[in-house]
């Protein structure tokens, strides 16, 4: 078992048990990744009788090729059902250092809309945040205010909604290439 993360462009494997051991994989040598579902199946009982059962516990990898030297590359797999997110939080980052190469600043939320925010009580009720003209602060309207049982997970689907707004589904076959991939040399590894 390893303990995955993302920080500092970088994916990092860390074991969880002793010895430590720690491997990490940077983002720029990631040629591309693709997501894979793995079935168990449970085959029919000796007599004959039982149907073939599909197991509920899907697992799922996700393969990067990585850039181990000069004209080598080499697919690492991980197994987890965490594989959708990952890719998902790769796919960011590869998002950022093409904004950065381009010279874009960082995406804003919403599509670019940065006008106002909504602050969201424990009540359920919610409250229109608009930026100050006259200073740095943020003022509070009470204009838009509402109280609602279900507002609670409309912000939570518009949320989950803005962050995998873009993920696309491919055939198994596919893989999401990385437009931030370098062609790294030996003197540079």
């Not at 030297?69 to 997110?85: G, P």
């Not at 930026?131 to 109280?147: E, F, V």
Request: charged share 25%; aromatic share 6%.
């Amino acid at each position: 078992r390893v303990r995955v993360s993302l920080a500092s462009k970088e994916l990092t494997l860390m074991t969880v048990n002793q010895p430590v051991r720690e491997q990490r994989y940077k983002v720029t040598r990631m040629r591309c990744w693709r997501i894979t579902t793995l079935h168990s199946v449970e085959r029919a009982q000796t007599n004959g009788h039982g149907p073939l059962l599909e197991d509920s516990n899907k697992n799922f990898e996700l393969s990067f090729e990585y850039l181990i030297s000069k004209d080598n590359l080499k697919w690492i797999t991980l197994r987890t059902e965490h594989a959708t997110f990952i890719s998902v939080c790769l796919q960011s980052i590869v998002d950022e250092l093409m904004r950065q190469k381009n010279g874009s600043g960082p995406a804003s939320p919403r599509g670019g809309k940065r006008g106002s925010l909504t602050y969201l009580r424990r009540d359920g009720s919610s409250q229109l945040i608009t930026p100050s003209s006259s200073s740095d602060t943020l003022s509070s309207t009470n204009g838009d205010s509402y109280n609602s049982g279900s507002s609670r997970e409309i912000f939570s689907v518009q949320k989950l909604t803005e962050k995998f707004a873009s993920v696309a589904f491919k055939s198994g076959r596919d893989c999401v290439e990385n437009n931030a991939f370098e062609a790294i040399g030996d003197e540079e590894l």
